[in-house]
Every structure is written in structure tokens, then in C-alpha cells.
């Protein structure tokens, strides 16, 4: 298996997990009964401030990966993987983690330098389709 499909099977799964931060923070904050129910808001109340950023970050990456899956599945069937595909899809993995892993933990100077480094990354796959 190509390694830029390796980069998109593994950023999936990631993908797949990376609501379980903020879950974890509204079963701290609200408990689990509230958790398994409607989710109606509860006065007084807020999640925990890294339950929130874990919540945006989630965000963030829901908006993002489409892109990346996009690249890599029209790279693939276009035969256009080269060295360079698989550094930028490594970077773009990469950047993602060390994005939301910032994000939760509030340092926002390296969230901004990785949102760029996996950005770049991903509009480098991007044009490489055409």
C-alpha cells in the first residue's frame, strides 16, 4: 500500500476518535446521565474550558480533512504519488495531531504553526492533482 494511503487510513482513524476528548470533558462537567440524554443545556453549567477547545479542535478537523481525503484518493487514482506526496501527506498528518493536541492544551502559538505546516500541505496535494 502506498504510503500517502497509509497517511489517509491512519488520519481516519483519527478522525474516528477525536470526538472523545470533548466527551470525556461533558461526562466531567455534566455527568453521564446528561451525556446519554438529548443534551438539553444545564444551568449553571459549563463544560470544562479544555472541553471546550477539544470541542473547537474537533471542529476544526471535521472542516479540514475532507480536503485531504479528496487529494489523496484523486493523487492515487491519477497515479501521481511521488517523494514529495508522501512528505506532504506525512505533514499534513503531523500537523493535524500536533494541531488539535495544541488546541486542547491552549497553546496557541504552536496551533497556529501546525494549522499551516498540514494547510500547506494539503493545498501542495492539491495542486500537484492538476
Do not use: Q
Amino acid at each position: 500500500m502506498a504510503f500517502e494511503y497509509k497517511m489517509l487510513v491512519l488520519m481516519t482513524l483519527f478522525f474516528l476518535f477525536a470526538w472523545l476528548p470533548s466527551s470525556i470533558a461533558k461526562w466531567k462537567s455534566f455527568g453521564g446521565k446528561w451525556l446519554g440524554s438529548n443534551r438539553n443545556p444545564v444551568t449553571g453549567k459549563e463544560i470544562l474550558p479544555w472541553g471546550a477547545r477539544a470541542e473547537r479542535a474537533h471542529a476544526n478537523l471535521k472542516d479540514n480533512f475532507p480536503g485531504f481525503v479528496v487529494a489523496i484518493l484523486l493523487l492515487g487514482s491519477l497515479n501521481k504519488f511521488d517523494a514529495l506526496t508522501s512528505w506532504a501527506a506525512g505533514l499534513y498528518v503531523v500537523g493535524r495531531v500536533i494541531h488539535f493536541a495544541s488546541y486542547v492544551a491552549g497553546n496557541v502559538l504552536i496551533r497556529a504553526l501546525s494549522y499551516f505546516v498540514a494547510l500547506s500541505a494539503n493545498i501542495y496535494l492539491l495542486a500537484k492533482v492538476f
